[in-house]
């Protein structure tokens, strides 16, 4: 188990400026006071008790630092140091100071397919790793998938936010509804057993958008982008798929596919000839094609538009609120939901959807 210091957090680390936000706090620069060292602090909000519904009960944040903590790897987030207090745990993790992979892509003017392979290989490096601890992430998807530094030559992939992951125990059942809709696989959708196979779903998702600027089965609603993904109905249009490689639909018609044992592992994925060609013609094939950058600005642009609306609409509701209920207990709640980091759609995460759609495939 992990050592929650119970010193002040501030004592031993000035905070500075706000990062981030996720569901239950929020993330902010911090400098150490005895190196000057930056890192991140992210500072989670504990359950006050058992019949509230506002913040973290402990034993996830706990299971969140373990799982940290088994997994050191130059592509996953590091964790230093914990702290508790009686409201709040603060995780003291590496800065990871380049932005995200998808905003890194989108100010260049164009990105060749085995530029993008880079990247892909970095994330199939650190989920490889995450899942030969038999860790899953399951919440893999453009805003956990971070640059420590943009600037340098070849920028360095960091997977964060492991707060849905989970360790799977062989021989026990694992369910979840939890994800985010466009990346979550079918078997969380149906409310299955869930495996390690469920990240490798997200991957393909990831790679189908990045080299063609379109969600595989974005619907107008959340609902119906969840029967897409149950009803497998997703194709590759050429007016979206025309500089793209028949190797790299290869490698996502591989992670696409319903039946999680079918699924490349990421060890396969990595030997997959679109990430490692064995023959010339192969590397060819994969340098002259690129994607397809007009389209993926225009997709970034929308999602960070729609992140921005649900920040917007979050805190429209907190004002409503404040007027309707003036305690201050329930507006530090809500300010808390306010900054947490509604996703790309414009309902709520999928944890929230618990409806169970059929598969009609
Ligand atoms: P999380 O709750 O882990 O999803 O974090 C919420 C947001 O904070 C992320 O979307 C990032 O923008 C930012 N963030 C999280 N971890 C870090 C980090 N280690 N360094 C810099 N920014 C971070």
């Known amino acids: 188990m992990a050592l929650f210091k119970l010193e002040n957090v501030e004592d031993l680390y000035e905070i500075g400026d706000l990062l981030g936000s996720g569901h239950f706090g929020q993330v902010r620069e911090v400098r150490e006071r005895a190196t000057g060292i930056l890192w991140a602090g992210k500072f989670l909000k504990l359950r006050k008790n058992a019949s509230s519904r506002l913040g973290l009960e402990r034993k996830s944040v706990e299971r969140e630092v373990e799982i940290l903590q088994a997994l050191q790897h130059h592509n996953i987030m590091a964790l230093r140091d914990v702290f508790e207090s009686r409201a709040e745990v603060v995780l003291i993790v590496e800065l990871i100071s380049g932005g995200e992979l998808f905003d890194f892509i989108a100010e260049k003017e164009n990105l060749s397919e085995n530029e993008a392979i880079e990247f892909i290989k970095q994330i199939l490096q650190g989920v490889g790793f995450m899942h030969s601890k038999h860790i899953a992430h399951f919440d893999l998807k453009p805003e956990n998938i971070m640059l420590s530094d943009k600037h340098v030559e070849h920028p360095h992939i960091k997977i964060i936010d ?88 290869d490698f996502i018609q591989k992670l696409l596919l319903k039946d999680p044992n079918e699924r490349m592992t990421a060890e396969e994925c990595l030997l997959h000839p679109w990430i490692k060609p064995l023959t010339r013609k192969q590397a060819a094939n994969r340098s002259r094609s690129s994607i397809n950058m007009k389209n993926f600005k225009k997709f970034n642009a929308k999602r960070k538009w729609k992140m921005s609306y649900n920040m917007v609409w979050a805190c429209n509701r907190l004002c409503r609120l404040q007027l309707l209920c003036k305690t201050s207990a329930t507006q530090d709640q809500e300010l808390r939901k306010c900054e947490s980091d509604q996703e790309d759609t414009e309902t709520k995460p999928a944890s929230l959807i618990r409806r169970r759609l059929s598969s009609n495939s």
């Open 162 to 249: 492991f707060g849905l992951a989970q360790c799977l125990t062989p021989g026990e059942e694992y369910r979840s509804l939890c994800g985010t809709p466009q990346y979550i696989a079918p078997e969380v959708i149906n409310y299955e057993p869930l495996s390690i196979s469920a990240d490798m779903w997200s991957i393909g998702v990831i790679t189908y958008i990045m080299l063609s600027g379109m969600s595989p089965f974005q619907g107008d609603t959340d609902e119906e982008t969840l029967r897409n993904i149950v009803g497998m109905n997703y194709e590759f249009e050429d007016l979206y798929f025309s500089q793209t490689s028949d190797m790299a639909k």
